[in-house]
């Protein structure tokens, strides 16, 4: 069984950063991609970031595009968001996810929908102060 602990998270002002980590522990893990999805307080949970494991391919929401970047280290089996410039509405739980195939519809891959990814940490919470 795969668990994903992430680790990070906390209290930052407007125009901090910060760093969150996603490990993957178990014994054998074979994922495609390793995504960050972020659910804000009475709201739905929203994609953040995704990386590849296999190409390296990175995608953002517009929302988070140029002020995060997501990256890699398959010899720990661990995936990082460094967050800069972070802004009160950054503020959510931060949740690391783990995809063995992307979710497919209608001849389409969609990379960034919920549903292609099997494996979810518990979260780690991330307040912006103003």
């Known amino acids: 069984q795969v668990q994903l602990e992430e680790s990070g998270g906390g209290l930052v002002q407007a125009g901090g950063s910060l760093r969150l980590s996603c490990a993957a522990l178990g014994p054998t893990f074979s994922a495609s991609a390793m995504g960050w999805y972020r659910q804000a307080p009475g709201k739905e949970r929203q994609f953040v970031s995704r990386i590849s494991w296999t190409s390296g391919i990175t995608n953002y929401s517009d929302a988070v595009k140029g002020r995060f970047t997501i990256s890699s280290d398959s010899a720990k089996n661990t995936v990082y968001l460094q967050m800069n410039d972070l802004k009160p509405e950054d503020t959510a739980v931060y949740y690391c996810?783990?995809?063995?195939?992307?979710?497919?519809?209608?001849?389409?891959?969609?990379?960034?929908?919920?549903?292609?990814?099997?494996?979810w940490g518990q979260g780690t919470p991330v307040t912006v102060s103003s």
């Open positions: 996810a783990a995809s063995i195939a992307p979710y497919y519809f209608g001849g389409t891959y969609f990379f960034e929908h919920p549903s292609g990814y099997s494996y």
